[in-house]
């Protein structure tokens, strides 16, 4: 008889598992609280306008490509996808620096910024190229349920190539002195959850992500992506229930039984959360049953939260593209103070999504949609008059560097903050990016896959293995699913 596995949360890393397993032959259904799926990628759609809500970089394209593959499937089956040339402007203080697809291209900004540095940045691409290849195609699919996984002999002998014990600023300032092309290599991490000096130099792979295997777009925005899986799992027999907000895990002995909403849920042998991990052991279950203390939790070193506006404006802004980073502000002192001193930034830097620079379908013909994103530190008090006054300070400083004005032509306005990841997602802090990756909360060290206390009851997402992002998401749905797997032999 086929076992019934239930899946709290249609986010990537629920989608993913349930693809997995149903085509493993088990039962699937997942329970998601929204009306859409995607979990963090939902979308917003008004007044003509379409906004993806949370994820926007689409990086790391061989790894989708792998999960569908696994399918027999390929990406193309379900959406297109555009490589953005260049893939992203940087607005520095005195002049933009846009990031062009083509590595001879890219060499040729880093010569002419610093003498000499295109034959190093070649170097460290091939030194990042390694990492990639050992860490997401074989460190990221370990599930880290013991530390034996890190005694294969390609880690071992690779462990100093891999740079595991030193910072990613260290390595880059070993290479480069430019400031511009520094800030351009490390803004990856600024995403990562911790001051590049506490990164490992390992996460340099990001930057061959980055640059060499290039930033993307699937036509219609992030959340056909989620659509994409939610087509792939119909078709391999999983069943959704959408409006289904989980209020506990109900238990019989050291077994989940049960799952209380709106109405009991039952019949499952096996359970899976994505949904918020800390939520998850925290609230649903009992304090009997419980993975880990509160005094655990509140010692994790969290990613950033985000403030977020989404804006529709009623003319074109030519002087944009796709990505946008503001960098124009002190890069240091807005990162000291959202892991360092947390505190509202004093001058932050910026994010801009423009998608209808790609994809008409996401603005009005002659219109703009932009996305404009702040990274906060986790857990701040907000109201308000702090949003309005951080939306008017993202709407001036960008009118400022692109030179022209467009806030009397906002004709579509929304604030997404902190708090609205919690409410909407009981996101542990309000954080929008899961733990950082330091190295003390690696593999492992991060929040186990598997309940230590309740059997059949096992994890996913970002706040597991292998950690934040989309990508490290389809991973981690593959890894809970093999888990499930053993579980039942």
Known sequence: MKKNISIIGAGFSGLAAACYLAKDGYNVTIYEKHSQIGGRARTIEKDGFLFDMGPSWYWMPDVFERFFGDFGKKVSDYYELKRLSPGYRIYFSDEYLDVPASLEELYEVFEKHEKGSAAKLK??????????????????YKPGVNISELMD?????????LDVFKSIRKHIAKNFKNPKLVQLLEFPVLFLGALPQNTPALYSLMNYADLVLGTWYPMGGMAVV?????????ELGVKFETGVDVSAIELNGNLAKKLKAQKEYNGFDALISSADYHFTDQVLLPPT???????????????????LFYVGINKKLPNLLHHNLFFDEDFELHSQEIYTTPKWP????????????TDPITAPEGYENLTILIPVAPGLNESEEIKEKYFNLAIERIEKKIGMSFKKNIIFKHIYSPKNFINDYNSFKGNAYGLANTLLQTAHLKPSIKSKKVKNLFYTGQLTVPGPGVPPSLISGKLVADQINNYFK
């Open 123 to 140: 170097q460290f691409l091939k030194e990042a190229e390694y990492k990639y290849n050992v860490g997401i195609h074989e460190l990221v």
């Open 153 to 161: 002999a390609r880690l071992i002998t690779g462990i100093f190539k």
């Open 226 to 234: 989620p659509e994409a899986m939610k087509k792939l799992a119909l």
């Open 289 to 307: 049953h419980r993975h880990y203390t509160k005094d655990y939790w509140e010692s994790r070193k969290m990613a950033p939260s985000s403030i």
């Open 346 to 357: 004093s001058k932050p830097l910026l994010y801009v999504s423009c998608t209808s620079k």
